[in-house]
C-alpha cells in the first residue's frame, strides 16, 4: 500500500465502502472525495463515522453539502496531495466517468496506487472480458495503470463463502491476464474463517449501504 491510494471501479461496485473502510481499518488519516457523479453513495456522507475513528473526509468547497450533485471539489483536496507526506484515500466516481478527475493530479511524481474494486454480482463487471474492458477504459480516462485488483464481491448480507470464491476465480483470470495482483479481498461475517482468499483480507462493515436506506426512511416518513 502506497502513501495515495486512488480508489476506482464500476458503478455500484461497492468502491465508497470500501475507501470507508480502508480507512478506519488501516487507520488512514485523510479521505478524499472525488465522487461528482453519484449523490447518493459517497463516502463523505458517513463523515460521522470516519470522524469518530480520527479519519478527516476532504470533499466539496460546500462543507454543509453532502449530497450536493455539482464538481466543486475543495483545494485542499489537492494541496494534500501535492504537500502531504500523511497517506490518504481518494474515493474516486464511478466508472470512466468519475475516473477523468484523477487526470488533475500528478500521479507520475508521486507514490500513488490506483485498486480497482470488483463486484462479479454486478452485470457489467461479471467475466474477465467485461472487467477487462472496463479497467482498460478507467485506465484511458485517469492516464493511470490500475495497480492493484479488489475482490469485493458479495451480495450484502447473504454473502456465502461459494459467492467470495466464484468471484475470486473471476478475478485471478483478469490478475493473470494483466499481471495485475489481488492486492484485497473483502469479506463478511459469514467468510471470516476463511484463510484461502487472495490479498489479504477486510472485513467490510456496511457503513454507506445502512445510513443510505436509515435516510431514505426518514425522507420517506416526511
Known amino acids: 500500500m502506497k502513501q495515495i491510494i486512488f480508489v476506482v471501479g464500476h458503478y455500484g461496485s461497492g468502491k465508497s465502502e470500501v475507501a470507508v473502510n480502508l480507512a478506519i481499518h488501516y487507520q488512514i488519516p485523510y479521505l478524499c472525495d472525488l ?10 456522507s ?3 463515522v470516519l470522524q469518530q475513528h480520527h479519519v478527516q473526509v476532504i470533499s466539496s468547497i460546500e462543507p454543509q453539502a453532502i449530497y450536493l450533485d455539482m464538481p466543486l471539489l475543495s483545494q485542499e483536496i489537492y494541496d494534500l496531495f501535492n504537500q ?10 464511478g466508472s470512466d466517468l468519475g475516473a477523468k478527475v484523477i487526470r488533475q493530479f500528478d500521479v507520475q511524481n508521486k507514490p500513488c496506487d490506483l485498486w480497482f474494486v470488483i463486484n462479479t454480482f454486478r452485470e457489467q463487471t461479471d467475466t474477465p472480458d467485461k ?8 485506465q484511458n480516462a485517469a492516464n493511470m495503470i490500475v495497480t492493484g485488483l479488489v475482490n469485493n464481491s458479495n451480495l450484502l448480507d447473504d454473502t456465502i463463502l461459494a459467492d467470495v470464491d466464484n468471484g475470486q476465480a473471476i478475478i485471478n483470470i483478469v490478475a493473470q491476464k494483466l ?21 489479504n483480507k477486510l472485513i467490510l462493515q456496511m ?12 425522507n420517506d416518513a416526511k
Open 46 to 48: 458517513v463523515n460521522h
Open 179 to 199: 499481471n495485475i495482483p489481488v492486492v484485497l479481498t473483502t469479506i463478511s461475517k459469514n467468510t471470516v474463517n476463511h484463510e484461502q482468499f487472495l490479498g
Open 84 to 93: 502531504s507526506t500523511k497517506r490518504v484515500i481518494y474515493d474516486v466516481g
Open 35 to 44: 465522487d461528482v457523479i453519484n449523490p447518493y453513495f459517497r463516502s463523505r
Open 207 to 218: 457503513y454507506l449501504h445502512n445510513h443510505t436506506y436509515i435516510q431514505k426512511g426518514v
Open 131 to 138: 472487467i477487462i474492458n472496463e479497467i482498460n477504459k478507467i
